[in-house]
């Protein structure tokens, strides 16, 4: 860039690069241009509203990406309790009826390899006092504590004794 405001090899040189752009970017950029020359660098209220504007950006991003973050490692969480839900109950379908009772959930966690992290509470009920002992209600509930929320997967089902 020349040092002189009014150069004649960089208007023409404008001219060339912007004449299919017409009067109003030329007009543009000549602001621009005075405005470079007559600034000699940022001032600090530049660079503030800068980083300001930076922040608010990566800011939005990082929240917009915790977010999915948290929605992604839910829905994992959601598949993988009801695939130890379906284990469970279908592990309950081959036992004999007489075998159905109320466990701590220990059993099936071992059973499974289920982790830690996820708590498994299985009660077995009458149906109905009145009736003959032949069908029991599984009520069977698998749960996992993240991010300071509990979710819960509960299944209800029946038990029916074979004759």
């Known amino acids: 860039m020349c040092s002189e405001y009014n150069c004649v090899t960089c208007d023409k040189l404008y001219d060339i690069l912007f004449i299919n752009l017409g009067d109003m970017m030329k007009k543009i950029i000549q602001r621009i241009k005075f405005k470079l020359k007559s600034e000699n660098g940022f001032t600090m209220q530049d660079l503030l509203a800068g980083c300001l504007i930076l922040t608010i950006f990566i ?9 999915v973050y948290k ?24 036992i004999s009826y007489e075998d159905a009772q109320n466990t701590d959930g220990k059993y099936y966690k071992e059973k499974f390899s289920i982790p830690a992290g996820f708590n498994i509470d299985l009660q077995f009920s009458d149906y109905g006092e009145n009736l003959e002992d032949v069908i029991k ?26 004759m």
């Open 59 to 67: 800011g939005t991003i990082a929240g917009l990406m915790t977010y």
């Open 71 to 94: 929605t992604n490692m839910q829905t994992r969480l959601m598949a993988q309790m009801t695939s130890y839900a379906v284990e469970i109950l279908e592990d309950i379908d081959k």
């Open 137 to 162: 209600i599984v009520n069977l509930k698998v749960s996992y504590k993240f991010d300071d929320e509990t979710t819960e997967y509960k299944v209800q089902r029946l038990k029916i004794k074979e």
